[in-house]
């Protein structure tokens, strides 16, 4: 038996878990649509062609916007998981 439903438009909808709409982002101010929930800070960064950069994720409020590593994985479902900008790293070691 099929999880999928005729509706009343006569089109068969799919349940699973995927996300079957794409995700609008940003990225450096550039508008791209996701086909999936999970993006690494590298698949978004080549998005913009600076994988030479760091990556932060925009933070609402009075927090201070998020590093994405390179391997980390964001879940864009969140709409507020969507603002992402480039730059250079400024870190002090210590």
Same mark, same amino acid.
């Given at each position: 038996?099929?999880? %999928?439903?005729n509706?009343?438009? $006569?089109?068969?909808?799919?349940?699973d878990?995927?996300?079957?709409?794409? @995700?609008? @982002?940003?990225?450096?101010?550039?508008?791209?649509? /996701?086909?999936?929930?999970?993006?690494?800070?590298?698949? +978004?960064?080549?998005?913009?062609?600076?994988? *030479?950069?760091? +990556? /932060?994720?925009?933070? %609402?409020?009075?927090? *201070?916007?998020?590093? @994405?590593? *390179? %391997?980390?994985?964001? *879940?864009?479902?969140?709409?507020?998981?969507?603002?992402?900008?480039?730059?250079?790293?400024?870190?002090?070691? $210590?």
């Open positions: 038996m099929s999880d %999928n439903k509706t009343k438009d $006569g089109h068969e909808h799919h349940h878990q995927k996300h079957h709409e794409e @995700i609008p @982002i940003v990225v450096d101010q550039q508008h791209f649509k /996701w086909p999936v929930r999970n993006a690494t800070g590298l698949e +978004l960064k080549e998005l913009v062609h600076k994988t *030479d950069k760091s +990556l /932060w994720m925009k933070v %609402n409020g009075p927090h *201070d916007d998020k590093l @994405i590593a *390179d %391997n980390e994985e964001v *879940d864009l479902e969140p709409k507020d998981h969507r603002h992402f900008f480039t730059g250079d790293c400024h870190t002090t070691e $210590g």
